[in-house]
């Protein structure tokens, strides 16, 4: 990498420095500069503050150059102290020009800072699982399914059985450790209801594949955990609805035709028979009448079971 060597005085004003450097900041050999005023505020103060430190400082730390070729660098660097000229104390900074790679890890620390703000938006847990050790490992939103109270017993696959045996849902455990363990090589998927240490009722969504490198007696598994209660509930609903309408459609096809047929019969027998006594008249107004009492029973059943989707 591209090398800066520059001695200052406890000011920054420059005694020494090499060829790069005054490459960098386009400036001749024996021109005299303050190192301060090549850097940003920050960079000024962090630099002032790691002269008041003893010895060696971490290669850690890292200035922001503002140079006239290109308008900021990143240095990485390291500070000594060195002898002193009369009786003032100089220091001889080491850095490398590392521009490029501060600029990507700027990128993928932006990059983080995304994804982790979609995973606290997201109602999904990630994690990853070794069979051979047991350990399990989350990315830190393990807490959206099994509660704020983290438990140690959902590190390892031995303490997240038990975790759903206490549960009462060892079986829908045991089959997600039977394709761990197993020859299956296909995604495993699996839905379960499922109890938050607070209490609150979740339906998951498990989702796992097995990852192989070079062996295949060697894999991990990696998956994610999802939160579907909103979706579960919402789908619930929508059969539960598709019943109450199987339902309708049933007492309109059959329930419905059997006594508006009599009503058509018994008014047809009305007004088409002029042989019809007085008292068959009566006993057809009274069946004409159950028939209809029938009917408003059945178009009262309708409206009930429609008024569930209002």
């Known amino acids: ?49 790691a002269m008041l430190e003893k010895g ?79 350990e399990i490992h989350w990315n830190e939103t393990e807490f959206k399914i099994f509660g704020k109270d983290k438990m140690e017993v959902i590190y390892s696959i031995n303490g997240l059985e038990h975790f759903f045996r206490n549960l009462g849902q060892s079986e829908e455990f045991l089959k997600f450790k039977e394709w761990i363990f197993g020859k299956e090589k296909t995604p495993f998927t699996q839905f379960v209801n499922f109890r938050k240490c607070d209490g609150e009722q979740l339906y998951l969504s ?21 939160d579907t209660t909103l979706e579960y509930e919402h789908f619930k ?13 049933w007492i309109q096809s059959h329930r419905v035709r059997a006594p508006l047929a009599n009503i058509l019969g018994l008014v047809w ?14 006993e057809l107004l009274n069946a004409l009448k159950d028939s209809a009492e029938a009917l408003d029973q059945v178009i009262k059943d309708v409206v009930s079971k429609a008024n569930l989707f209002q």
Do not use: W
């Open 56 to 134: 060696e400082i971490s290669k850690a730390n890292f200035l922001e150059l503002n140079v006239q070729k290109h308008n900021k660098i990143a240095l990485e660097y390291s500070l000594h102290q060195t002898g002193q000229f009369g009786d003032t104390q100089l220091y001889l900074l080491f850095g490398n020009d590392v521009s490029e790679r501060f600029t990507s890890r700027q990128r993928l620390k932006a990059f983080n800072r995304y994804f982790k703000y979609f995973l606290e938006a997201s109602n999904e847990s990630f994690f990853e699982l070794d069979p051979f050790t047991g």
């Open 237 to 249: 609903e929508i059969a539960e609805k598709d019943l109450v309408l199987r339902e309708i459609a």
């Open 1 to 49: 990498m591209k090398a800066v060597l520059v001695m200052f005085d406890k000011d920054l004003n420059v005694f020494m420095k090499n060829d790069y450097t005054n490459t960098l900041l386009s400036i001749e050999q024996e021109h005299e500069i303050n190192f301060g005023d090549f850097l940003s505020e920050k960079s000024k103060k962090n630099l002032e503050e």
């Open 206 to 226: 498990l989702n796992s594949i097995k990852v192989v490198n070079g062996d295949p007696d060697k894999f991990r598994v990696i998956g994610t955990v999802k």
């Open 269 to 282: 027998l009305l007004k088409c028979d002029n042989d019809v006594t007085p008292e068959e008249r009566e």
